[in-house]
């Protein structure tokens, strides 16, 4: 297995996994939480697909990893007491997404990737970010896929403590990031696959079950027993290794991407070789439909 690589791709922190076999090979860009893993190379560790032949490109989010403010995040926690919206969530994700086109072409620049379209993946606030270049953009995307993610805004607000005060403007930024009605958008760029945890906060959990069944055909669930919102240990920032509930969200999103992507699993001994789609969860199978 190759090492990571890490750098920059204009201006934006990444942490790339590369495939086995050398040679171009297709892309995969995520985008972390900011709960634990709240890194790119704290989610490489958590979710590195280590069975896909191509490359997984984990970007940092705005003020995270080594874009932190004097290497913490007390600088965050200001920005979200100030204004849990418009100080916080909103301009993150606006940030993240914008950035991303000149992030993009300098990864192909750096990276011996293919020109074909891309897998996105985001885990909570990041999933808002793989969600809004699902529907918001027209870079080409072959499949998407979002863990625990912030699909609805105003339920991402909610988890913060007191009431928050809606304005014009804050009202017109909470409703840019309903991934919910922008379903039609999203079903029609690529299928997506929606892992959520079971123990996730309830109003997130219940926004998974409602853009699934907004998708249609065009998305697949994947319910995680066991699962709270966290997809490691904290304080999430360095690397750590893979928990058990993570490695069977790995499993799931290796075998969905094997499948859009067009990835033909990685070969191993004849004594140990299993393809991902055996390490899905066969009791459960990888996709419940409809309410889990």
Excluded at 144 to 171: H, K, Q, T, W
């Amino acid at each position: 297995m190759h090492s990571p690589i890490t750098g920059t791709a204009a201006g934006v922190p990444f942490t790339a996994l590369p495939p086995a076999d050398d040679g171009p090979a297709p892309l995969i860009v995520t985008w972390h939480m900011l709960d634990a893993p709240r890194s790119n190379a704290a989610f490489a560790a958590a979710l590195p697909m280590n069975d896909l032949p191509a490359w997984r490109v984990h970007l940092g989010m705005p003020m995270c990893g080594a874009r932190m403010v004097d290497g913490s995040t007390d600088a965050i926690v200001e920005l979200f007491r100030k204004d849990a919206l418009m100080s916080f969530l909103y301009p993150f994700v606006r940030q993240a997404t914008e950035e991303f086109p000149a992030a993009l072409a300098s990864i192909r620049a750096q990276l011996p990737v293919d020109d074909g379209p891309i897998g996105v993946l985001g885990g909570s606030l990041g999933g808002a970010v793989a969600l809004r270049i699902l529907a918001d953009t027209e870079i080409p995307v072959a499949a998407g896929a979002v863990v625990n993610a912030a699909i609805r805004m105003r339920s991402v607000v909610g988890l913060f403590p007191g009431d928050y005060r809606y304005d014009a403007e804050s009202e017109k930024a909470v409703d840019s990031l309903d991934f919910v009605a922008k379903a039609g958008a999203i079903a029609g760029r690529a299928p997506l696959l929606v892992v959520s945890g079971e123990l996730d906060h309830p109003a997130l959990r219940a926004d998974a079950l409602h853009l699934v069944d907004a998708l249609g055909e065009r998305s697949e669930l994947l319910s995680i027993p066991g699962l709270a919102h966290p997809l490691a240990d904290e304080p999430g920032i360095e690397p750590a290794p893979q928990l058990p509930l993570a490695r069977e969200v790995d499993a799931g999103l290796t075998t969905w991407f094997q499948r859009h992507l067009g990835c033909r699993p990685r070969r191993r001994p004849a004594s140990s070789r299993r393809s991902a789609v055996s390490c899905a969860h066969t009791s459960r199978g990888l996709s419940h439909r409809g309410r889990a």
